[in-house]
């Protein structure tokens, strides 16, 4: 069973700065796990975009790519 809550209409100004708070706190948990995993920038960035998504993402890959730091790491 969902409930369905009202909510209020946030102006443009507020909107924009959400989206960038949000764009900010991405930032640093992108280059927080860039501190930890190198050269794998766009692994990084495809599984914070299925974890933000709400999804699921499956890591496959040869041994030694840092699949399972990179799971530790977010987790």
Same mark, same amino acid.
């Given at each position: 069973m969902s409930v369905m809550i009202k909510e209020s209409p946030i102006s443009e100004k507020d909107m924009i700065v959400q989206a960038e708070t949000a764009l900010a706190d991405i930032s !640093? +948990?992108?280059? %927080?796990?860039? !501190? +930890?995993?190198? %050269?794998?920038?766009?692994v990084v960035e495809r599984t914070l975009v299925a974890l933000l998504a709400g999804g699921h993402a499956l890591l496959v890959g040869v041994p030694g790519?840092?699949?399972?730091?990179?799971?530790?790491?977010?987790g």
């Amino acid at each position: 069973m969902s409930v369905m809550i009202k909510e209020s209409p946030i102006s443009e100004k507020d909107m924009i700065v959400q989206a960038e708070t949000a764009l900010a706190d991405i930032s !640093r +948990v992108r280059d %927080g796990v860039g !501190r +930890v995993i190198f %050269g794998q920038e766009s692994v990084v960035e495809r599984t914070l975009v299925a974890l933000l998504a709400g999804g699921h993402a499956l890591l496959v890959g040869v041994p030694g790519l840092a699949k399972t730091k990179l799971v530790e790491t977010l987790g």
